[in-house]
Each structure stands twice: as structure tokens, then as C-alpha cells.
């Protein structure tokens, strides 16, 4: 096992190869340089199953689930802020136009503009917020985009007039898009390797449940109170209330203050993360994120890739890619359509009850996103997120059949259908591609590629939620159920898309991912390449069963 070099006045963290202690077994000894030398090592937990790693590390698995739950508020706002448009009380005081009953209603400019400036400000939060995350570190970026999304909150409470109501979309996109990005970096970081995907598909989970409960808030509201729009909008305060009570108690991220060369303050988290861990030497796996961040910066150099917009070049280039690539299809396959304007197109389609049919809808994606993160280590990252998001491409041809079809007793049940399968398939697409944001990337540049990759997402967001109003309103163009058609046309290269690029990352450590992408494995080969760990872990254990024997 290496030594650790104290960091040097760069703030550069050493770990000479040559340093690797030997065992006197030759063959092993030469393993454990191969290793090394790609900035890999053992822990001696990689045999372990899912559930053995988190009753093994409570803590760390206790810290991603909370960091995760607070991904609720990210889920509630958004569900509540893309949902109150179809309240009664709401369109009463922010609607602009009249039909030709008289009727109030949204204008379809409006609710564009307050779809686009929404992801605007999703945008910003991501392009910006990582320099705040690089430099200073992940907790202070969360108390940042905890501090926008409260005043995100106060606004929307104040509006009275569209106008003021942009304003508060906009500082929520500013507040979410930082959330979006820091979440799956710093819950990547603190995962055990073998609970990393389950832990950052909790991260949908609690987004789902938050967007749950905004619809049945809503759902609520308009059974009771048709024209109370304020008092869903006030309960997002509890939301935030409680991110701050648990970004004052997690730890910061280790991998990010060897990666600043604070080893000491890396040390002090390390013990607050594994206590209690049986026989756990945090000198190793200190040893372990010194190798793999001393290893990135060697390669970087060597490529000349060592400023943050490494990210578009390269080895780099690829993994941002790959990154961004999942939830960039989840844009071009309905979900300005069925997410950000669900409620609305249910209305529109003449559902009686277009709240009742979300809160439906999301208690299933709740259910299968638990169902994903129990299958997710059996089936696999890859084939979940092709499969599902395969899924919700097909059920927007099922769903443009039916507007092409006459309409019957039969067609709004159909719809619902497969609807309630697009989302299915969403959550699976969301599950998976939240995660590989947080994990696909090196370690050095991950605040970089996931707050670009997640903004790529927006940027298409805008484009869609400028169109998807007008297609499915009825006084505008009036496509109802034929927008399926146009989700499937657009949404077709980038779900066949996914079968080529997106790799399967379920057990691989940091390093190991770097090996396999610097070997340029393609993304349907990466479960059955072998890394230098493996060699490794194989070379041990035969090494330990020729002792026994």
C-alpha cells in the first residue's frame, strides 16, 4: 500500500508509485504497482453485497439518504410550481386573456415564459455555482443555493401579478439548478462504492416524493379551497427548513479536501463518516482518494487538460457526454409534456380530475423508483436506464396513436394508461441519469461536468417548454394527443442513442472508471472489462488461499 505524502505548498497531494510496500510475493507485488500506477487500491469491502456495505457503514449510508431527502424540495417545488397553474384561485389572479365565453385563462406566452425562465435559472445555478463548489467547497455551496431557493419561496408568496411571479421562477430555477448539480456530486463522493448507485437513485426517490406531495397539496386545495392558491405555495417553507437543519449536520465531502490538498480537514470527515465502521483504516482509504486524485491530475497533465474546460476535450469530452446524455433524452421524449405541463395537458385533454390523475401518477413513480433501487444492482445501471427510457419513447406513440384514432368511452382510460407508463419509464430514465451525472465524470472535474451536463438538460428544457404549451392548449393549436407524435419523432436518436453511449457503472470505483474510459472500453463492454482492482482482488485471494492451504 502506498505511503501518503503530506500536500505540497500547490496543494497537490503525492503518492509515489515506487512507495508501494512489498509483500514478497512477486506477482502480487507487480499487480499492486499496475494498480497504483492507475490510481487504484483495495479496501477490502468489494465483496460485499448491498446490504452487508450499508449495515457495515450506517453512517455514510445515514448522510446520503438525508443529503438525498433534501432532494425533496428540488421534487416539491417543482411539482407545486408546474401544477398551481391548473388551480382555480391562480388562474383567477394571475391570468391575462380571456376566451370568447369570457372565461379567464393562462396565455400560452405566459405559461411558456415562466417554463423558460424556470430552466434560465436552472442554467445559471449550473454554470455558475460550480466554481463556488471547486474552490470552496460542497457544503458552502449548499448553504448558497439553500439561501436562493428561501428567497425563491418569499417571493412567489408576494406575487400578485405574473411579472412578480417570473421573478420567483427564476430565483427557484437559480436555487434548484444548484441543488440539481451539487446533490449527485457530493452523495457520489460519500458512497461506499457498492451502495454509490443506490444512494444516488435516492436521490429521485425523495424528488419523486416531494413532487408526490405538492400534487396532493394541490389536489386538496381544489377538492376544499378551489380558489386558495397561497397556502400550498407557504408549506414549501417546511421544505426548507428542514434542507438547512441537515446541511448544518452532514460532513463535508473527504474527496474534495484531498482534492484541495486539506488531508487533515479529509482525515477529521473520514472519522465522522465511517464511525463505528468494524475494523475500518482510514489511513487506507485516505491512501485511496490520494492515488486517484494524484493519478487524474498526472493524466490531465500529460493531456493538457488541467483547466476546467477539459471537460469538452478528450477522454473528458466523452464523459460529459455520457454524463449529460440520459437526462438529456428525458427533454426529447415528453417531459416538458407530461412533467412540467402534466396537469395542464390533463386539462386540456378533458380529464375531470387533472390533480386527482397526477397524484395517481406520481404514487406509481414512487413505487417503481423503489423498485429500481432494488433491481438496479441485479439488472444493472445500463439496462435500466435504456430499457426505461425505451419505454417512455414507445408510450408516446401509443399515446400520438390515439390522436389519430376516434375518439371513444375507451380513449381517456387508454391514455392514462400509458401515460401512467411514460412515467414508469421516466423514473427509471431519472433514477439512472441523476446518478451517472454524479458519477460518470473524474473526480477532479465532477463539479464541472455535472453542472454543465445537467444545464445542457435545461437549455433543450427552454426550447420545449416554449412549445409544449401551444401544443396542447385548446385555444392555441389544439394537438391534444397527437403531440405524442411529435415526442416520438424527436425523442427516436437519442433513445437509440442510449444503447450506444451510456456504460454500465454499477460496482466500479472512482478509479476504476477512470481506467475504463482512458482505455476508451466501449459503453457495452465496461461490465465485462477487467481492471487493474480486480486483477488485484483476484491476485489476493488466491494469494490467501494458498496460505490457508
Same mark, same amino acid.
Given at each position: 500500500?502506498?505511503?501518503?505524502?503530506?500536500?505540497?505548498?500547490?496543494?497537490?497531494?503525492?503518492?509515489?508509485?515506487?512507495?508501494? /510496500?512489498?509483500?514478497?510475493?512477486?506477482?502480487?507485488?507487480?499487480?499492486?504497482?499496475?494498480? @497504483?500506477?492507475?490510481?487504484?487500491?483495495?479496501?477490502?469491502?468489494e465483496s460485499l453485497t448491498v446490504w452487508e456495505t450499508? !449495515?457495515?457503514?450506517?453512517?455514510?449510508?445515514?448522510?446520503?439518504?438525508?443529503?438525498?431527502?433534501?432532494?425533496?424540495?428540488?421534487?416539491?417545488?417543482?411539482?407545486?410550481?408546474?401544477?398551481?397553474?391548473?388551480?382555480?384561485?391562480?388562474?383567477?389572479?394571475?391570468?391575462? &386573456?380571456?376566451?370568447?365565453?369570457?372565461?379567464?385563462?393562462?396565455?400560452?406566452?405566459?405559461?411558456?415564459?415562466? @417554463?423558460?425562465?424556470?430552466?434560465?435559472?436552472?442554467?445559471?445555478?449550473?454554470?455558475?455555482?460550480?466554481?463556488?463548489?471547486?474552490?470552496?467547497?460542497?457544503?458552502?455551496?449548499?448553504?448558497?443555493?439553500?439561501?436562493? #431557493?428561501?428567497?425563491?419561496? #418569499?417571493?412567489?408568496?408576494?406575487?400578485?401579478?405574473?411579472?412578480?411571479?417570473?421573478?420567483?421562477?427564476?430565483?427557484?430555477?437559480?436555487?434548484?439548478?444548484? #441543488?440539481?448539480?451539487?446533490?449527485?456530486?457530493?452523495?457520489?463522493?460519500?458512497?461506499?462504492?457498492?451502495?454509490?448507485?443506490?444512494? *444516488? #437513485?435516492?436521490?429521485? *426517490?425523495?424528488?419523486?416524493?416531494?413532487?408526490?406531495?405538492?400534487?396532493?397539496?394541490?389536489?386538496?386545495?381544489?377538492?376544499?379551497?378551489?380558489?386558495?392558491?397561497?397556502?400550498?405555495?407557504?408549506?414549501?417553507? @417546511?421544505?426548507?427548513?428542514?434542507?438547512?437543519?441537515?446541511?448544518?449536520?452532514?460532513?463535508?465531502?473527504?474527496?474534495?479536501?484531498?482534492?484541495?490538498?486539506?488531508?487533515?480537514?479529509? !482525515?477529521?470527515?473520514?472519522?465522522?463518516?465511517?464511525?463505528?465502521?468494524?475494523?475500518?483504516?482510514?489511513?487506507?482509504?485516505?491512501?485511496?482518494?490520494?492515488?486517484?486524485?494524484?493519478? &487524474?491530475?498526472?493524466?490531465?497533465? &500529460?493531456?493538457?487538460?488541467?483547466?476546467?474546460?477539459?471537460?469538452?476535450?478528450?477522454?473528458?469530452?466523452?464523459?460529459?457526454?455520457?454524463?449529460?446524455?440520459?437526462?438529456?433524452?428525458?427533454?426529447?421524449?415528453g417531459l416538458a409534456l407530461f412533467g412540467t405541463f402534466?396537469?395542464?395537458?390533463?386539462?386540456?385533454?378533458?380529464?375531470?380530475?387533472?390533480?386527482?390523475?397526477?397524484?395517481?401518477?406520481?404514487?406509481?413513480?414512487?413505487?417503481?423508483?423503489?423498485?429500481?433501487?432494488?433491481?438496479?444492482?441485479?439488472?444493472?445501471?445500463?439496462?435500466?436506464?435504456?430499457?426505461?427510457?425505451?419505454?417512455?419513447?414507445?408510450?408516446?406513440?401509443?399515446?400520438?396513436?390515439?390522436?389519430?384514432?376516434?375518439?371513444?368511452?375507451?380513449?381517456?382510460?387508454?391514455?392514462?394508461?400509458?401515460?401512467? *407508463?411514460?412515467?414508469?419509464?421516466?423514473?427509471?430514465?431519472?433514477?439512472?441519469?441523476?446518478?451517472?451525472?454524479? /458519477?460518470?465524470?473524474?473526480?477532479?472535474?465532477?463539479?464541472?461536468?455535472?453542472?454543465?451536463?445537467?444545464?445542457?438538460?435545461?437549455?433543450?428544457?427552454?426550447?420545449?417548454?416554449?412549445?409544449?404549451?401551444?401544443?396542447?392548449?385548446?385555444?392555441?393549436?389544439?394537438?391534444?394527443?397527437?403531440?405524442?407524435?411529435?415526442?416520438?419523432?424527436?425523442?427516436?436518436?437519442?433513445?437509440?442513442?442510449?444503447?450506444?453511449?451510456?456504460? /454500465?457503472?454499477?460496482?466500479?470505483?472512482?478509479?476504476?472508471?477512470?481506467?475504463?474510459?482512458?482505455?476508451?472500453?466501449?459503453?457495452?463492454?465496461?461490465?465485462?472489462?477487467?481492471?487493474?482492482?480486480?486483477?488485484?482482488?483476484?491476485?489476493?485471494?488466491?494469494?490467501?488461499?494458498?496460505?490457508?492451504?
Amino acid at each position: 500500500m502506498a505511503n501518503i505524502i503530506s500536500p505540497s505548498s500547490a496543494g497537490k497531494v503525492e503518492v509515489p508509485v515506487e512507495e508501494v /510496500e512489498r509483500t514478497g510475493d512477486t506477482k502480487l507485488d507487480d499487480v499492486a504497482l499496475e494498480a @497504483a500506477a492507475r490510481g487504484q487500491t483495495t479496501t477490502g469491502y468489494e465483496s460485499l453485497t448491498v446490504w452487508e456495505t450499508i !449495515r457495515a457503514f450506517k453512517i455514510a449510508t445515514l448522510i446520503c439518504f438525508a443529503a438525498a431527502f433534501s432532494a425533496a424540495t428540488d421534487g416539491y417545488q417543482i411539482g407545486m410550481n408546474g401544477s398551481i397553474v391548473a388551480n382555480q384561485g391562480f388562474i383567477n389572479q394571475f391570468a391575462t &386573456e380571456r376566451n370568447g365565453s369570457g372565461t379567464l385563462y393562462l396565455a400560452s406566452p405566459v405559461l411558456s415564459g415562466w @417554463a423558460s425562465i424556470m430552466s434560465v435559472g436552472q442554467i445559471v445555478g449550473m454554470t455558475t455555482l460550480p466554481f463556488v463548489t471547486s474552490r470552496f467547497g460542497r457544503k458552502p455551496a449548499m448553504f448558497t443555493y439553500w439561501f436562493v #431557493m428561501a428567497l425563491s419561496v #418569499m417571493v412567489e408568496s408576494l406575487s400578485r401579478s405574473w411579472e412578480h411571479w417570473l421573478i420567483g421562477k427564476l430565483l427557484a430555477g437559480i436555487g434548484v439548478g444548484c #441543488m440539481q448539480h451539487t446533490l449527485p456530486t457530493y452523495i457520489s463522493e460519500i458512497a461506499p462504492v457498492r451502495i454509490r448507485g443506490t444512494m *444516488l #437513485m435516492c436521490y429521485s *426517490l425523495w424528488w419523486t416524493t416531494g413532487s408526490f406531495f405538492a400534487y396532493i397539496g394541490l389536489q386538496t386545495m381544489a377538492r376544499e379551497h378551489a380558489t386558495n392558491y397561497l397556502t400550498p405555495i407557504y408549506t414549501q417553507f @417546511a421544505q426548507v427548513g428542514l434542507m438547512l437543519i441537515i446541511y448544518l449536520i452532514i460532513p463535508e465531502s473527504p474527496a474534495w479536501c484531498v482534492g484541495r490538498g486539506k488531508e487533515e480537514k479529509a !482525515r477529521k470527515q473520514l472519522q465522522k463518516i465511517y464511525w463505528g465502521v468494524k475494523d475500518f483504516n482510514i489511513d487506507q482509504h485516505l491512501q485511496s482518494l490520494c492515488l486517484t486524485v494524484e493519478h &487524474e491530475r498526472t493524466v490531465a497533465a &500529460e493531456q493538457r487538460g488541467e483547466q476546467w474546460y477539459a471537460i469538452f476535450r478528450g477522454v473528458d469530452g466523452r464523459r460529459t457526454l455520457v454524463a449529460l446524455w440520459t437526462l438529456l433524452t428525458q427533454q426529447f421524449i415528453g417531459l416538458a409534456l407530461f412533467g412540467t405541463f402534466g396537469t395542464y395537458f390533463f386539462q386540456q385533454a378533458g380529464l375531470p380530475d387533472p390533480f386527482k390523475i397526477k397524484c395517481i401518477v406520481s404514487g406509481i413513480n414512487i413505487a417503481a423508483t423503489i423498485v429500481y433501487i432494488n433491481v438496479a444492482d441485479f439488472i444493472g445501471r445500463r439496462w435500466l436506464a435504456c430499457l426505461s427510457t425505451t419505454l417512455s419513447w414507445v408510450s408516446c406513440i401509443a399515446i400520438g396513436i390515439l390522436g389519430v384514432s376516434p375518439q371513444v368511452q375507451a380513449t381517456q382510460i387508454i391514455f392514462v394508461l400509458f401515460a401512467c *407508463l411514460w412515467n414508469i419509464g421516466m423514473t427509471g430514465n431519472g433514477a439512472t441519469g441523476w446518478g451517472f451525472i454524479g /458519477e460518470i465524470s473524474s473526480q477532479r472535474l465532477r463539479p464541472y461536468t455535472a453542472g454543465f451536463g445537467a444545464a445542457t438538460t435545461c437549455v433543450a428544457g427552454v426550447v420545449m417548454a416554449q412549445v409544449t404549451p401551444y401544443m396542447v392548449n385548446a385555444n392555441q393549436w389544439n394537438w391534444g394527443f397527437k403531440t405524442g407524435w411529435f415526442y416520438a419523432g424527436v425523442g427516436l436518436p437519442f433513445t437509440l442513442g442510449m444503447w450506444f453511449l451510456i456504460p /454500465e457503472t454499477a460496482g466500479r470505483s472512482a478509479a476504476e472508471l477512470d481506467e475504463l474510459f482512458e482505455r476508451k472500453i466501449p459503453a457495452w463492454r465496461f461490465h465485462k472489462t477487467e481492471t487493474a482492482t480486480q486483477r488485484l482482488i483476484k491476485v489476493e485471494k488466491t494469494g490467501v488461499e494458498k496460505a490457508e492451504a
